[in-house]
């Protein structure tokens, strides 16, 4: 027994030894990751909490012992000896990736959590850490760090492996753009323009954010295409050609001084019979013929759904041959696919563009994700950025599900409002028009259509105060004749400017205004048929928001009769209207009339109830629609006097 004591004796030393050294360790110094990181007396879960530590929180952590859970650490607090959970520790001072930030201003939060109060907030440029410790929470966030100390979470998103440039801010702006994100696109582009200290390139891509954003119709234009689109050789005599451009006119004679008789729509078919250069004489192809149908005149009124049928617009037309420049077509009708393979092989320009619109514009949904990016790539690089988001817009609105059984149905494709023509609307290309207060309007050149954004109504005084309810009339009347006057002199300076500007507009693109119905269509006849209307609003400016009301006795619809389809091409119909300012031009497929006006009215309600989710759209309930609601000028106070009567 003595010899076996003497033989453990050494071991036990040495043992003893390694437990003092363990015991006596230098503690580390670490850095609270939790908001509240709590203290406990002892090491277990159900200890209670004898107190908190904030975020960011340096403290004096001792090393764990071999007795003890290696998921614990005593801390020294000036109450005496805690434990706390390693998992909300980590070593000072911390270590991570270097990141850049990419916004404007980088909120950061307390937890990783969009909803958790805001400790400090982060300027474009500025360079921080990651945290490389992983804290629960909200996905996308990440702990950043500043000298070696945790300042709080912020979105990855907003940060970048390299120090932002005006350069790689629009090059991630592109990606976003592909992928759909228009917020993180936006974030980008607002601040590449205040790296750029004024507007140029990027101010041109923030506004064309803001226009897909509030007026997404009117990046339409941005696909209208020209003949620089061919993509194969000119057709032969006695052969089958097809036009290339957005739209081309059909003549009754071989000079631009004949009649137009129609319009034509890119990928129309028509039998070359004979070359005259520079013109064809051809045969519409009439079940491979998209074909525009307009009318000058008015719409029909309607009243309780019934609605007079458009006869102008005829399945058979009395003329099938006429003129087209033979520069219009081309001897192949190719695929979008094979038209952005065509225009690979340009170089970079205008011809290489046209094509890659033209395969974005003529795709279905499915073919959307193959063409649309590298057409997003140029437009990038030629800055054409409008051009950019429309084809992203376009992108994001085919979705991942596949369109090929889509093709073979009706569908309405956009309804444009041009607020008035400089000539004949088949001659015209369509313009955009910002209308402010003061600016110069420039004068078109050619025949063109305007599509006004921004318009506001004659200045709106307020004088509902100075009104009394007339019981026998049932309605407010103004007899304060001295208040009245009095207000409309505090209003005379941009009452007068507003005089002058819209009839300055007026002047440029005369009246009537007209809107532009797009329609892609399907194989055979449609089971539904096609319906325009028109309907003004009265807006009530009285409130704290604007109120609508749809004023149904003003409304018109026409029906459309609409040819047989073989599911290419794409037709357009115009009609001329009457409203511009407060209204609605919209278009819709029913069974027939009375179902047209329920949906119109039906829709209607809905528009009236929550005016503001439809400024931001232009398809609601089956009704695709351009929606007006002007700006006033004058500063309209709550209504304080109620309506009685009512």
Not at 366 to 378: F, H, K, R, T, W
Not at 429 to 438: I, K
Not at 472 to 487: N, P, S, Y
Request: hydrophobic share 40%; with cysteine; net charge neutral.
């Amino acid at each position: 027994m003595r010899a076996w004591n003497r033989a453990v004796r050494p071991w036990a030393g040495m043992l003893l030894g390694v437990l003092l050294l363990t015991a006596c360790g230098d503690a580390q110094e670490m850095v609270v990751l939790h908001e509240a990181l709590e203290l406990r007396d002892d090491p277990r879960e159900e200890a209670p909490v004898a107190g908190k530590l904030p975020l960011g929180t340096r403290v004096k952590v001792q090393p764990s012992r071999p007795w003890e859970d290696a998921a614990w650490r005593r801390v020294m607090t000036p109450q005496g000896m805690r434990w706390t959970k390693l998992e909300g520790l980590a070593p000072f001072p911390l270590q991570g990736e270097a990141r850049f930030v990419w916004q404007e201003e980088l909120p950061v939060h307390s937890t990783p959590d969009p909803s958790a109060r805001i400790v400090e907030t982060l300027k474009l440029g500025e360079d921080i850490h990651l945290l490389s410790a992983q804290v629960p929470g909200a996905a996308g966030y990440t702990g950043v760090i500043r000298q070696g100390t945790l300042l709080g979470f912020a979105e990855a998103s907003g940060l970048g492996t390299e120090k932002p440039t005006v350069e790689n801010l629009l090059a991630s702006a592109r990606g976003l753009l592909k992928q759909g994100d228009f917020p993180q696109a936006m974030q980008r582009a607002r601040s590449a323009r205040a790296l750029a200290e004024g507007a140029g390139r990027s101010g041109a891509l923030v506004d064309a954010l803001e226009r897909a954003g509030m007026e997404p119709e009117s990046l339409q234009a941005e696909f209208e295409f020209s003949e620089k689109a061919r993509g194969t050789e000119t057709p032969r005599s006695g052969t089958k050609g097809w036009v290339i451009p957005s739209r081309v006119h059909l003549r009754e004679g071989a000079d631009l001084r004949d009649t137009i008789f129609t319009v034509l729509s890119a990928d129309a078919a028509v039998e070359v019979l004979d070359i005259q250069p520079p013109w064809a004489h051809v045969a519409l192809a009439t079940q491979q013929t998209s074909w525009m149908a307009v009318d000058l005149g008015d719409f029909a009124e309607v009243r309780s759904g019934k609605v007079r049928r458009a006869t102008f617009f005829t399945q058979q037309r009395s003329q099938d041959r006429g003129y087209l420049p033979i520069s219009s077509l081309q001897a192949k009708r190719l695929s979008p696919a094979e038209q952005q393979a065509k225009a690979l092989t340009l170089e970079p320009g205008d011809a290489r563009l046209e094509l890659l619109k033209r395969a974005v514009a003529l795709a279905d949904p499915g073919e959307l994700s193959q063409v649309a990016p590298a057409l997003i790539d140029d437009a990038f690089q030629e800055e054409r950025y409008r051009l950019a988001v429309a084809a992203a817009l376009r992108l994001k609105a085919a979705g991942p599900k596949n369109g090929a059984t889509a093709r073979k149905e009706w569908k309405l494709e956009a309804v444009t409002s041009l607020y008035g023509c400089t000539g004949h609307p088949l001659e015209a290309r369509v313009e955009q028009v910002e209308f402010a207060l003061g600016a110069e309007f420039p004068k078109p050149q050619g025949t063109v259509c305007a599509q006004v954004s921004g318009l506001e109504s004659p200045c709106d005084v307020c004088l509902s105060n100075l009104s009394d309810y007339d019981a026998e009339a049932r309605q407010h009347v103004l007899r304060d004749k001295a208040g009245v006057d009095t207000l409309l002199s505090e209003h005379e300076e941009i009452i007068t400017q507003h005089l002058k500007d819209s009839s300055r507009l007026e002047n440029l693109y005369a009246k009537p205004s007209r809107m532009r119905v797009s329609v892609k269509p399907g194989s055979g006849l449609s089971s539904q048929t096609l319906y325009l209307f028109e309907l003004p609003l009265e807006v009530n400016r009285y409130q704290d928001k604007a109120v609508l009301t749809p004023a149904f006795r003003e409304a018109r619809m026409a029906e459309v009769l609409l040819p047989l389809g073989s599911g290419e091409g794409r037709w357009e119909y115009w009609m001329s209207t009457l409203q511009w300012e407060d209204s609605v031009h919209g278009a819709l497929f029913a069974g027939d009339a009375t179902a047209a006006w329920k949906v119109m009215q039906d829709f209607a309600q809905a528009l009236k109830k929550e005016p503001e989710t439809f400024l931001g759209r232009n398809e609601s309930q089956g009704v695709v629609y351009a929606l007006h609601i002007s700006r006033h000028c004058g500063k309209c106070p709550t209504r304080q006097k109620p309506l009685h009567g009512r």
